[in-house]
């Protein structure tokens, strides 16, 4: 049976090794195919102030307890409001995590797209939140870490 490596005989990871955790290839439900950097996280858009304050208890406590109490998700989903930012965060999170096809938010006036560009109301439901836990993935891990 073979033994487990203890930490001080393993090889340090290299930069390709952390940039691989924060830039891939992510292939989404629908199939389609694309280029990510994970721009930080939760964390990251608390310290950003760009977390809007109907959902900051939740991400409050997401982050301190690596998980959410599913009776406090249940309260936010009665709020339109909150649903509302939800839906926006999750936006901006996408936006801000494509890198190619870059995606774009989408225009007021339709007259003002641009058939070569990708916006964010042209990716599905299913894909823009596959790509929001690809970039929320660390608050889980952290709770494996914890236990």
Do not use: H
Not at 65 to 87: F, H, R, S, T, Y
Request: glycine share 6%.
């Amino acid at each position: 049976m073979a033994t487990k490596k203890q930490p001080q005989d393993r090889k340090p990871s290299s930069a390709a090794d952390f940039k691989k955790r924060v830039r891939t290839t992510l292939e989404l439900p629908s199939g389609l195919v694309v280029k990510v950097k994970n721009p930080g996280g939760m964390q990251a858009y608390l310290s950003q102030g760009k977390i809007p304050n109907t959902l900051l208890p939740l991400v409050q406590q997401g982050i301190k307890q690596g998980g959410v109490d599913q009776a406090e998700v249940g309260k936010a989903i009665e709020d339109p409001a909150a649903i509302a930012d939800m839906l926006d965060l999750v936006n901006t999170m996408v936006i801000d995590t494509c890198v190619e096809p870059r995606v774009y938010p989408a225009p007021e006036d339709e007259d003002d797209r641009d058939d070569d560009l990708v916006y964010i109301d042209e990716m599905s439901d299913s894909d823009r939140m596959f790509i929001f836990n690809w970039v929320n993935s660390g608050v889980t891990d952290l709770a494996r870490f914890r236990q």
